[in-house]
């Protein structure tokens, strides 16, 4: 799995008592420092071996390691943005699930949604507010989004995340607070202090098969998500 390098002390430990190794990324110095560890603005998965990357990780120790390690990943290289400042900094921030893009189409990359039927939304952190619960469910707290997802079949939880800290900001999102780390297990960054909202969540995952998992006792964090690159089966 990759994350940001500013957040492996954190959840390393966590992580590996779920057989999960870290590959870090970066500091993001095109973006503001406070989201320079988001992994959501730097690299997208494109599903099998297909991967978008930001330009200054070409030569980087990231997609090192990756080649090192012998995964085969086809890697296409973005510009770096023009500058720090949103929506600049999210031209990947683009919310892939099942055959659809949840984008912005004024900020998103078009590369990244050619072939996939597209949900528009005004939100250009688009990755950062939906947690992906499976091909055809999510968690949002973005109306837009949640509405415009329900109308094109998708089933939605629409939840108040304002319980998401993000240093430096009033709130953080819950898509950037977790991440799944198995087909049946979702991580959360820590716990959810809004008991309300938690039993929604939870229960949400649970019609589907799938379990929460929380990382560290921490009031939850917003991480700019991870990306799970292997899986063994």
Sequence with gaps: MIIGKKYRNCLENALNKHNISLICSPDNIYSDERLSGHIDLIMTHM?????????????????????????????????????????NDAVMNVCIIGDCVICNLKSADKRLIEGRKIIRCNQGYTKCSVLVVNENSLITSDKMIADKSAHNGLEVLLIDDSFVRLDGFNKGFIGGASFKISKNKIAFTGRISDKNSEMLIERFLIERGISAVYLTDEEIFDIGSAMPIIEEA
Aim: hydrophobic residues 35%.
């Design 47 to 87: 599903g099998k071996n297909r991967i978008y990357a930001a330009e200054f990780l070409h030569d980087s120790e990231l997609i090192h390691k990756l080649s090192d390690r012998g995964f085969k990943f086809e890697f296409e290289f973005i510009a770096n943005p023009v500058n720090k400042h949103y929506p």
